[in-house]
């Protein structure tokens, strides 16, 4: 199993650009979360999924939205960027138990 | 919602030392209580976790005890190895809930040689 994956691993975009961050899970996984990590900071929830075609915002949703087509796929996309939205994103996975497993990250930098 | 509070945001000790980190959370209903640990650059990794039915949890030279009572979690790393050195996040989570996890804000753990 490869787990968690995200593409990019890293991505530049300039004021009010829009990019899709893709995240995939092979284990099967009901519930999905995309989590932004400020520096030095700890995560906070931006959105979601308890399984294929059910999305919820989490605490910091603004400027995000995402969808879930498939049970393995949680894209989460970015319209419009601003400098605020500089950060790492990360996406994880559960079965509908309790450890979350991580993506490797997106380091993302908007000028 | 869930706050979760994190003390130290920076803790140094000397290898072969023990360290411990707190947390407090808010909500009487959250009933998991997971510690991540970060190395720089990479992703949060799961370390030891622990239930609310549960006053104490140990994995080698890691613990995790919980005082339901007070709202308190602590992180217990004895033995200390510069391996150890790495972020430290706590977190909590409700029961019934889509599990969603409110993180406390890190302790940077740096173990001296």
């Known amino acids: 199993n490869a787990g968690v994956t995200q593409t990019p691993k890293f991505r530049i975009l300039k004021i009010g650009q829009s990019m899709t961050l893709q995240c995939t899970q092979d284990m099967n996984h009901n519930y999905m979360y995309w989590y932004r990590q400020d520096p030095g900071m700890g995560l906070k929830l931006i959105y979601y999924s308890v399984g294929a075609g059910i999305t919820d915002k989490g605490e910091v949703p603004n400027g995000y939205n995402v969808s879930r087509s498939t049970t393995e796929d949680f894209p989460l996309r970015l319209e419009l960027a601003a400098p605020s939205q500089t950060s790492v994103y990360f996406c994880?996975?559960?079965?509908?138990?309790?450890?979350?497993?991580f993506g490797p990250g997106t380091r993302l930098t908007v000028t | 919602g869930e706050n979760v509070e994190q003390h130290p945001s920076t803790l140094s000790v000397q290898e072969g030392d023990s360290a411990v980190i707190k947390c407090t959370y808010s909500d009487s209903a959250s009933n998991y209580f997971p510690w991540y640990k970060q190395e720089l650059g990479k992703r949060p990794q799961l370390i030891i976790d622990?239930?609310?039915?549960?006053g104490e949890k140990k994995d080698q030279r890691i613990a995790v005890t919980l005082n339901k009572t007070a709202k308190h979690f602590s992180l217990h790393i004895t033995e200390t190895q510069p391996e150890d050195s790495a972020v430290y996040f706590c977190a909590a989570t409700l029961s019934g809930s889509a599990r969603q996890l409110t993180f406390g804000s890190g302790t940077q753990l740096t173990v001296l040689p």
């Open positions: 994880a996975s559960s079965n509908k138990g309790d450890e979350q497993y």
């Open positions: 622990i239930r609310s039915n549960v």
